[in-house]
């Protein structure tokens, strides 16, 4: 007898229903690929949302993490610890900036961001006190706080959780003209998602980023680029801001930093920008420990190889090339940037749920979004070979 129906069933009863996952439950993983309770295997295509970027229990992580758990795993920053400078160091040369500040969830940096942004703009800027603002896009996703929440424009994420924080001015994604209007002499960031993930993989026209830069840096205005999701090697380049030739002022990092294993979050910036937080202005118990800074450590030398940002441009050159072929057949628009994809199925064919539950029982897990859209996001150690099987089964869904 099966062991999943029973075990989605004790999954489900005793927590809230915040999430609809898909009815497989997962008891061990390597590399790209999952076995199930029952010891089914499926070919991972979500990744944790880039969180698994360098697969499951990757040797050099697991090795980093075992190794870390028989000496020391916490300290709270009321202690320096031996992992924190290299961590911070090595990061902060991967960003190309002076300082970094980890925290743990892709949320807590957002908040860092946003915190740091109005403290920059009372104390460098000269805004004056309780009018600072910050102009965000449509369709943003930046997490689940009470504050980042106030300026989303997804229904389910925002309604029934006011009040809301003030000091948001939510712009069209990829209209410059727009974004630009909507500066003020009280705007203190832009701060924008480079590829909107959530959203549905949704890549902004070209040059867009690059005129973000641009009137953010004429109008004194920071640029706060939430890499969570995009960075990190996903796109085939360390940031997708890489990929327009864009330096924003703020990096927010999280997801694939904890190398799958631990939340581990960062904000990257120079001193001009970080140097305005002074001590008890901002932190996190567990922001920066031992275990975080020593598995994130070697995902940062992970991505200082530059490997995993060739393979995934690479790689990603066929997972475009074999998701256009089924343009047509059943998928109406695909959006590529490396190992990542965003696949609108024909609406009149199934939903993008039903899609993704059909691919499971072909052994292939991926996540629906916003109806009929499905993403794709194999972690950056997926073969060739496999990202033929996943197309293949996604072919063999849509024919039906
Ligand atoms: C772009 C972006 N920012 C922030 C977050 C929030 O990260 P977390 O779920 O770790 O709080 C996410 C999560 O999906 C994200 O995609």
Known sequence: MLRTPSAVREAERHTAHNYHPLPVVVSSAEGAW?????GRRYLDCLAGYSALNFGHR?????????AQLDRLTLTSRAFIHDQFA???????????KDLVLPMNTGAEAVETGIK??????YQVKGVAPGQANIVVAEGNF????????????DED????FGPYTPGFTVVPYGDLAALTAAIDENTVAVLLEPIQGEQGVVIPPEGYLPGVREVCTERNVLFIADEIQSGLGRTGATFACDLEGVVPDMYLLGKALGGGIVPVSAVAANSDVLGVLKPGQHGSTFGGNPLACAVATEVVRLLATGDFQRRSAELGERLKAGLEALLGKGVVAVRVRGLWAGVDIDPALMTGRQACER???RGVLAKDTHGSTIRLAPPLVITADEIDHAIAQLAAVLAG
């Open 34 to 38: 999952l076995t199930d309770v029952d």
């Open 58 to 66: 990757h040797p050099q992580l697991i090795e980093a993490a075992h």
């Open 86 to 96: 290299d961590f911070c160091r090595e990061l902060a040369e991967l960003c190309g």
């Open 116 to 121: 740091v942004a109005r403290k920059w703009g």
């Open 142 to 153: 930046h997490g689940r706080t009470t504050t980042i929440v106030s300026f989303s424009t």
């Open 157 to 160: 994420a925002r309604a029934d």
């Open 359 to 361: 691919l499971m029982e």
